[in-house]
């Protein structure tokens, strides 16, 4: 049989091109290199996600070798095995998407068009979208009603141009204390926004609503609320998903993808012909594929003619920073207020998503403010030693703990800023180190662009302000070079210029007539938000191309 469209990967990028073509008649197939969980699967097993990776493969058996560049342009090389540094991040129907928090921001319009608004940037590869923020909008819009996107919109500096004036559910309830930000930002003369979650508070779209655990971020969602690409799409079309299935090779020959092959669960050796390929394997893996795909007509990787092919590889730039509310400073009602549990800290600050330095004008970012996860393992580890760096033993250390967990509460932000796009940033291939299925293995070249972090401690320090106001102690931030692996983006940028881009407009291949690439690999530069949204609208987008192409 030869399907109208193939896929590869079940994701963000994968599902909404899914669930389009097939509920449109058309014959659609998805090879997913997971397995398939579903809502009962789903637990909040501490330590199956914590210490044993459930959703994610051994890296004895799959792993990447990583290539770290430092400021002194040093490269230290990790084998990933050996160092428990692992990319993967959701391997499963559905993708990482079942276990996103689903921090649900759109990207600016300015985010479309960074090197014209802000110019060039010295050591970085800054590109313009060839896609505008109005014509991703009407696909913002439909990932809002489609997968789920509850908030509250409010006027704010850097609130983008809307169709609509309110997200299509309401926002989730809210724990007390952010009463005390909203307060400290007013009196900061900050703009707090409530934060658009892809969760949904009560039953719809064939879903139950939000059971407010608390356990979303790394946990599968045992209600549905949370709008994977899984329950919010797959579940819900008729595309023949084939699980356990990794795509080793796509075969072409001068201006086609002809077959797609894959291992199964057993090591057994499948081909798949189709019309369109679509591939959506995580940023990563699918510049992996491509490179590993060599021909005659190919010599250096699919559609890598140009050597373009995993080249301007972005992650998000920022970090990470917590404060610490002890009852010690508290009155009884705010006590209250502080452990009040499962309830949502969702609060957001954009108003530094561009700001002024030194008299220049500089892309910022969103910072995101949340509760310490609800996960006990990290929390508890934290006790472990007393305040001159001793391990507690015993009594003490079960003192310390009960303390620590019923007497405070650790209030958490994210930095998202723009992780500038470089030619030291790239994926390649490591020939010498191959996975189960004797294939090489990626290998991912790091470099951090130095503006990177001085805009990521900006807006830190931001945060900073806001957690001081409110009397919380113990306050830290980390910013870093250190790659988030579950924000990853690049490796097959779009453009207009073939010379200098993987694929066009339309994220198709300029050097390949059927062959498409809808993950987060398409984008030339990030945003200063999680990416997810923006996966799922630039599919659909897709996929209403694709259906028009198959329907002429």
Known sequence: M???????????????????LSRAGFSVVVLEKGKEYKEDDFNKDELAVSRRELFTPDLKDEQHVIYELDESKERRRYLGSDYQWSFWNGSMVGGSSNLMSGYFHRMKPNDFKLLSTHGEIEGANVADWPLSYEELEPYYEKVERIVGVSG?????????????????????????????????CKSLDFESIPTPRAIIPHAALKRHGCSYSNFCGSY????????????????????RVITEA?????????TKVTKAHYYDSDMKTHEISAKIFVLAAQAIESSRLLLNSKNRFFPYGLANNNHQVGKNLIFSGGGAGEGRFRFETLTHEQQKELMEVGLFFNRSLQQWYEYKKSSKKIKGGTIDFLFEHQNLVPRIKRAFYDEEGKILWGKALEQKIHKELTTSRVLNFEVFNDWLPTDECFVGIEEEVKDKYGIPVGAIHLYSHPRDREVGDDLAKKAVQVLEKMGATEINYSISSAPPPNLVAGGCRFGENPKTSVLDKNCKAHALDNLYVTDASFMPTGGSVPYTWTIYANAFRIADILRKRLES
């Open 2 to 20: 030869t399907y109208d469209v193939c896929i590869i990967g079940s994701g963000a990028g994968g599902s909404p091109v899914a669930y389009e």
């Open 152 to 184: 509250e919109v409010v006027a704010h500096s850097f609130l983008e141009p809307r169709s609509t004036s309110h997200f299509p559910y309401a926002k989730l309830e809210e724990n007390g204390v952010t009463k005390w930000f909203d307060a400290a």
């Open 220 to 239: 599968g969602c045992a209600t549905g609320a949370k709008g994977s690409a899984r329950a919010a799409l797959l579940q819900k079309c008729d595309a």
């Open 246 to 254: 990794f795509v080793y090779k796509l075969e072409s020959d001068a």
